[in-house]
Nanobody
């Protein structure tokens, strides 16, 4: 199982970024994929999730600003992040649970300046 997040960067408050998670090594269509983030000194937290069927979940602080989507043909999940705030600054990771184990990809850093 491989998960690779990309698309992070430095953006001003109010700006947008689009993260992408490329997946391989498992039957992608069958699995929910989640985005998590971890800010310095804080625990990793769930941000958004999309099931294999396309149902979505958002953490309260990102509702209305972030949109998750998946492309099963290309084994990828995107996270469109709009109206970014300094408190969104964190390393962002995509993840799935495969054969009972939480699988993590390498993260991508998002930094939002005020």
């Amino acid at each position: 199982v491989q998960l690779q997040a990309s698309g992070g960067g430095l953006v001003q408050a109010g700006g947008s970024l689009r993260l992408s998670c490329a997946a391989s090594g498992f039957t992608f269509d069958d699995y929910a994929i989640g985005w998590f983030r971890q800010a310095p000194g804080k625990e990793r937290e769930g941000v958004s999730c999309i099931t294999g069927g396309g149902s979505t979940y958002y953490e309260d602080s990102v509702k209305g600003r972030f949109t998750i989507s998946r492309d099963n043909a290309n084994n990828s999940v995107d996270l469109q992040m709009n109206s970014l705030k300094p408190e969104d600054t964190a390393a962002y990771y995509c993840s799935t649970v495969e054969r009972g184990l939480r699988r993590w990809g390498r993260g991508t850093q998002v930094t939002v300046s005020s």
